[in-house]
């Protein structure tokens, strides 16, 4: 089970953190994500991390301005989000897997996601 928060309400230009706690202890081929999903469009990846090395993959549209990041010890990763604008206005889901590989290649696809938290939403005012 993931547990999402962080979410609110910021004005354009503005910072907001995102966590994302698993419930169980994770091995070290556990993989975290972010995906978002604005009304009427469909769900979007955001931002992944490998919990062995600390790899990330980052959406075109947020990259250079979301961060994310994992505490391996504390069964959670974070989202840092900053220069935020408008558009990033969303429901923000995290989602996770187990892999069978230390250094498998992260993926951006919805469907290789078995885990998902609730949605935390984020509302960026212009």
């Known amino acids: 089970q993931l547990q999402a928060s962080g979410g609110g309400l910021v004005q354009a230009g503005g910072s907001l953190r995102l966590s994302c706690a698993a419930s169980?202890?994770?091995?070290?081929?556990?993989?975290m994500g972010w995906f978002r999903q604005a009304p009427g469009k469909e769900r979007e990846f955001v931002a992944a991390v490998r919990w062995y090395d600390g790899g990330t993959l980052y959406g075109s549209s947020v990259q250079g301005r979301f961060i994310i990041t994992r505490d391996s010890t504390e069964n959670t990763a974070y989202l840092q989000m900053d220069s935020l604008k408008p558009e990033d206005t969303a429901l923000y889901f995290c989602a996770a897997r187990d892999t069978l590989s230390l250094r498998l290649t992260l993926s951006k696809e919805v469907n290789a996601y078995k885990f998902w938290g609730q949605g935390t939403q984020v509302t960026v005012s212009s």
């Open positions: 169980r202890r994770t091995s070290s081929k556990y993989h």
